[in-house]
Nanobody
Framework: VQLQASGGGLVQAGESLKLSCVVS????????MNWWRQAPGKQRELVAL???????NYPDAMKGRFTTSRVNARNTVYLQIHDLKPEDTAIYYC?????????WGQGTLVTVSS
């Protein structure tokens, strides 16, 4: 199982961005998926969760501007970020737990300019 995140880039504050994470293999529909981010000099923090059944959850600090979704037929999970702020600048990672092991994508860099 491999995870490949994409969709990051340089954006202006106030814009929106949609990140994607494609998961290889045939088990995607059984996987709970998470999005994390790590800003420069800071610890990695949880951004969003989506269960195998499509139920979403967000830490309190992430509620409102972040939306995660999935399309099982495409083996893809998405993270939509609205009203981007400079403090959203970070590497965004998709992650899952498979056979007791945490698997991570390589991350995609989002840079928000003011």
């Amino acid at each position: 199982v491999q995870l490949q995140a994409s969709g990051g880039g340089l954006v202006q504050a106030g814009e929106s961005l949609k990140l994607s994470c494609v998961v290889s293999g045939s088990i995607f529909s059984t996987l709970h998926m998470n999005w994390w981010r790590q800003a420069p000099g800071k610890q990695r923090e949880l951004v969003a969760l989506i269960s195998s059944g499509g139920v979403t959850n967000y830490p309190d600090a992430m509620k409102g501007r972040f939306t995660t979704s999935r399309v099982n037929a495409r083996n893809t999970v998405y993270l939509q970020i609205h009203d981007l702020k400079p403090e959203d600048t970070a590497i965004y990672y998709c992650q899952t737990l498979y056979q007791g092991t945490a698997l991570w994508g390589q991350g995609t860099l989002v840079t928000v300019s003011s």
